[in-house]
T-cell receptor
Framework: DTGVSQNPRHKITKRGQNVTFRCDPI?????LYWYRQTLGQGPEFLTY????????KSRLLSDRFSAERPKGSFSTLEIQRTEQGDSAMYLC??????????FGPGTRLTVT | QKEVEQDPGPLSVPEGAIVSLNCTYS??????FMWYRQYSRKGPELLMY????GNKEDGRFTAQVDKSSKYISLFIRDSQPSDSATYLC???????????FGTGTRLLVSP
């Protein structure tokens, strides 16, 4: 399968701990996106990379969140000092053309 | 008020019915209009997208955009139980990267 992959698929953590998620985009895609989806809602944009450059960040991305894409391939999203409100599905998408964003299966975060 | 409004449903139909799913939006700068399908606990799957106004057909799916009314639709012909999922509309400005999603409509197709 050459689609977008995300790991881990599910993460349970205690409040205050740090967590890191990984996204591997479709190999030829230079654009990578992170979204967050809570129950009963559509995905909300967090941030966007073109190659290794982070070009856009949402106001949803507080100082506790940081994303990287060091060599323009895979990306990581780290949440420091997790809070219960961070519980959500974190979705990664990649694209070659901005309008065709292909999503991965997501990482479901539960903060207890 | 949200930029994109979508009835959350659920919408229940019998197998073989024609399904109509809709979204309204407020931002007249949106140029690209997408429909995604999302099965439970999975990532969204891109079904189709349309640029500006008009219709687009792909198999049993037809997408329509009416920019004058700020209204988009997805029609599913000959619906199947496997179509049971949440359908998300999404929109984008030209030159921007983020998709703005509706809340999704949950569709249930009964055999």
């Amino acid at each position: 399968d050459t689609g977008v992959s995300q790991n881990p698929r599910h993460k349970i953590t205690k409040r205050g701990q740090n967590v890191t998620f990984r996204c591997d985009p479709i190999s030829e895609h230079n654009r990578l996106y992170w979204y967050r989806q809570t129950l009963g809602q559509g995905p909300e944009f967090l941030t966007y990379f073109q190659n290794e450059a982070q070009l856009e960040k949402s106001r949803l991305l507080s100082d506790r969140f940081s994303a990287e894409r060091p060599k323009g391939s895979f990306s990581t999203l780290e949440i420091q000092r997790t809070e219960q409100g961070d519980s959500a599905m974190y979705l990664c998408a990649s694209s070659l053309l901005q309008r065709e964003q292909y999503f991965g299966p997501g990482t479901r975060l539960t903060v207890t | 008020q949200k930029e994109v409004e979508q009835d959350p449903g659920p919408l229940s139909v019998p197998e073989g019915a024609i399904v109509s799913l809709n979204c309204t939006y407020s931002n007249s700068a949106f140029q690209y209009f997408m429909w995604y399908r999302q099965y439970s606990r999975k990532g969204p799957e891109l079904l189709m997208y349309t640029y500006s106004s008009g219709n687009k057909e792909d198999g049993r799916f037809t997408a329509q955009v009416d920019k004058s009314s700020k209204y988009i639709s997805l029609f599913i012909r000959d619906s199947q139980p496997s179509d049971s999922a949440t359908y998300l509309c999404a929109m984008m400005n030209t030159g921007f990267q983020k998709l703005v999603f509706g809340t999704g409509t949950r569709l249930l197709v009964s055999p």
